[in-house]
């Protein structure tokens, strides 16, 4: 909670916050994700969605698993372009599926619709760990954060990442991600 402590200091005369938070509800979290849940709930309760303050963007690992299956565009383009491929994240998101959602935060009313929505679908745990969407949203964060904004990448997981052989890179290549 370190990282939520930072979150909530205020930011420089100006400058917005940008926030992103990627939700591991793989299976390995089963019985072990309501806390983190519960986690992300009072960090985002704490955001100020008012226009220049602070944007949202969530993404739960299982979203990007469900689009791998059965030979999929998506698994055919993380096979044609490897990690730090230029065209890797632009193909990716040209699939205009919601790997990488930007939350509404403007009314206290799709406030806490997001808040509802997290409690009730965010401990579902189901599937594998994927890396890659730490890609897409550092991708999202770079697009729009403005040279007096801050960015904040959160990674609520834990830990047990896609084994290499199942994934499309080495064990080398993720570290130098």
């Given at each position: 909670m370190i990282v939520a402590t930072l979150l909530i200091a205020p930011s420089a005369a100006g400058a917005g916050r940008n926030i992103a938070i990627l939700f591991d509800d793989s299976g390995s979290m089963g019985g072990r994700s309501h806390l983190p849940t519960f986690g992300a709930q009072v960090l985002i309760s704490t955001l100020d969605g008012r226009p220049g303050q602070d944007r949202l963007f969530t993404a739960r690992m299982s979203d990007f698993v469900s689009a791998l299956e059965g030979g999929s565009r998506l698994a055919q383009i993380l096979q044609q372009y490897g990690p730090g491929h230029p065209q890797r994240v632009s193909s990716i998101n040209a699939l205009g599926l919601p790997f990488v959602k930007e939350e509404r935060l403007d009314q206290p009313s799709s406030h806490q619709l997001l808040l509802e929505t997290i409690s009730k679908e965010w401990p579902s745990t189901d599937g594998r760990t994927p890396w890659h969407q730490i890609e897409l949203l550092l991708e999202r964060l770079a697009a729009v954060t403005g040279p007096d904004d801050?960015?904040?990448?959160?990674?609520?997981?834990?830990?047990?990442f896609m084994e290499p052989d199942q994934m499309d890179i080495t064990a080398q290549e993720f570290r130098t991600l």
């Open positions: 801050e960015a904040f990448l959160i990674i609520m997981t834990d830990g047990k």
